[in-house]
């Protein structure tokens, strides 16, 4: 008795070669970006710019075939005059296609860095020095369906922003980036291919709901005081004082008692504060604590205090200000 084969052995086939298919497209455009090099600024000229027929453009070829052949084969001369007047726009598009890139220079300004798991924005200047206006180009991450759409005036330049989210948090180069137009006619498709040498860095995503800042540890040789309240922000408060930063202010008791005051930074930096990857404890893996220790980076210094960082191999030592916040999250996204 012969078994009938399964309805779905004939698909099995397909699904085997579709993937050694995407093996192989994934191999040769690792091997073409690898040959590309990287450059923050490029002009687009006649070696890197390309230019194919789209689907409208092939179906265009064909109607003009068969009106050709019908031409030809009847002897009508309105035909042969369709015809060429077709071609011919067709030829013009193609030079005004691959006109609009050609020429144009694409600068990548310096990103910056952002946090994990949000999008990031790059900012190109597209410039053209033409006297004629660039029409409908538009820029996207290679690989990706999301387009910035833009006219780039005569003599003059403009800016691009591109989206892109990154995977994780570290250095990242940025993604390889990609320009295309198919105007005027949609029959042909010019683009490039782009490798900026810009690089990133992405910090890790703060815990949205952290708890309080740990209690600081007394100074060596200081006196022992309470140096946090149940809240987590650091005790000692004084009447306002004109030219005091606004973050000192503290605006809940100024709501309850309306009473103006400020916290006294010079009793609370009796204490240091010291945000320790060692008692970031009760968290799940690395990245959960990490994104801890990002939240109370950004809650001291919204607090305008000194705070110090501890994490495995590293020691930031305790400071205060802009700069030593990005000490401290370029510390965590690269730990």
């Known amino acids: 008795m012969s078994v009938a084969a399964s309805p779905s052995a004939p698909a099995l086939p397909r699904i085997?070669?579709?993937n050694v298919y995407?093996?192989?497209?994934?191999?040769?455009?690792?091997?073409?970006?690898?040959?590309?090099p990287l450059l923050d600024t490029m002009t687009l000229?006649?070696?890197n710019v390309y230019i194919m027929p789209t689907r409208p453009g092939l179906m265009l070829a064909a109607t003009l075939l068969v009106l050709l052949v019908a031409s030809i084969n009847y002897q009508l001369n309105l035909g042969y005059l369709l015809t060429f007047l077709l071609a011919g726009s067709a030829v013009v598009g193609m030079h005004v296609c691959h006109g609009t890139l050609r020429g144009l220079t694409l600068h990548l300004m310096q990103p910056q860095d952002h946090y994990a798991h949000s999008t990031a924005l790059l900012d190109v200047k597209l410039t053209n020095p033409a006297r004629s206006p660039r029409h409908a180009i538009g820029l996207a991450?290679?690989?990706t369906e999301h387009w910035a759409w833009t006219d780039v005036p005569a003599q003059a330049s403009t800016v691009v922003q591109v989206a892109f989210r990154p995977e994780r948090r570290g250095r990242h180069?940025?993604?390889?980036?990609?320009a295309e137009t198919r105007f005027p006619l949609g029959t042909f498709r010019v683009w490039t291919v782009w490798r900026p040498a810009a690089e990133l860095l992405v910090y890790p995503a703060p815990e949205l709901?952290?708890?309080?800042?740990?209690p600081g540890e007394p100074r060596a040789g200081g006196a022992r005081t309470n140096s946090s309240s149940a809240s987590g922000e650091f005790d000692g408060v004084?009447?306002?004082?004109?030219?005091?930063p606004l973050k000192l202010v503290v605006w809940k008791k100024f709501a309850k008692a309306d009473e103006l005051v400020s916290r006294d930074t010079q009793h609370a930096q009796r204490h240091e504060l010291w945000l320790d990857f060692a008692r970031s404890t009760g968290l799940a893996d690395t990245e959960a604590?990490?994104?801890r220790l990002c939240a109370w980076v950004l809650a001291a210094d919204r607090l305008g205090v000194d705070y110090g960082l501890r994490l495995p191999g590293q020691v930031v030592a305790p400071a205060s200000g802009s700069a030593h916040r990005l000490r401290c999250l370029e510390a965590l996204a690269l730990c």
């Not at 709901?209 to 740990?214: S, T």
């Not at 004084?238 to 005091?244: L, P, S, V």
């Open 238 to 244: 004084r009447a306002y004082q004109r030219g005091d």
């Open 45 to 47: 000229g006649q070696r």
């Open 173 to 178: 180069r940025v993604p390889t980036l990609t």
């Open 16 to 18: 085997a070669a579709w």
């Open 209 to 214: 709901h952290a708890p309080p800042l740990p």
């Open 22 to 36: 995407a093996r192989l497209r994934a191999r040769l455009n690792r091997w073409f970006q690898s040959r590309l």
């Open 289 to 291: 604590r990490l994104s």
């Open 141 to 143: 991450v290679l690989g």
